[in-house]
Nanobody, 116 residues
Framework: QVQLVESGGGLVQPGGSLRLSCAAS????????MGWYRQAPGKQRELVAS???????TYTDSVKGRFTISRDNAKNTVYLQMNSLKPEDTAVYYC??????????WGQGTQVTVSS
């Protein structure tokens, strides 16, 4: 049974930083590229960053230069360093495979709120 557990969210002022973590159990971490997704109220879930097993990364345009995705293969953990946060970054953040794979369920996510 694959489990994804996200943590590290919180309330931060505009311009602040947060570091999200996602611990993955099972074999998916060693096989697939991983991604961070987010879903803001009233909006569809979107992929914001992804990283292959070898460390190649991609970012959606709105977070380029501000967010950094990384992974520790020994710990089965993927991270998202978020700097220069903006109110529009407010969302629930999730990790999952990228692209999504059948049978890999979403975790509970972690809430990020950017507000003064």
């Amino acid at each position: 049974q694959v489990q994804l557990v996200e943590s590290g969210g919180g309330l931060v002022q505009p311009g602040g930083s947060l570091r999200l973590s996602c611990a993955a159990s099972g074999t998916i971490f060693s096989i697939f590229a991983m991604g961070w997704y987010r879903q803001a109220p009233g909006k569809q879930r979107e992929l914001v960053a992804s990283i292959t097993r070898g460390g190649s990364t991609t970012y959606t345009d709105s977070v380029k230069g501000r967010f950094t995705i990384s992974r520790d293969n020994a710990k089965n953990t993927v991270y998202l360093q978020m700097n220069s946060l903006k109110p529009e970054d407010t969302a629930v953040y999730y990790c999952n495979t990228a692209p999504l794979r059948v049978g890999v369920k979403w975790g509970q996510g972690t809430q990020v709120t950017v507000s003064s």
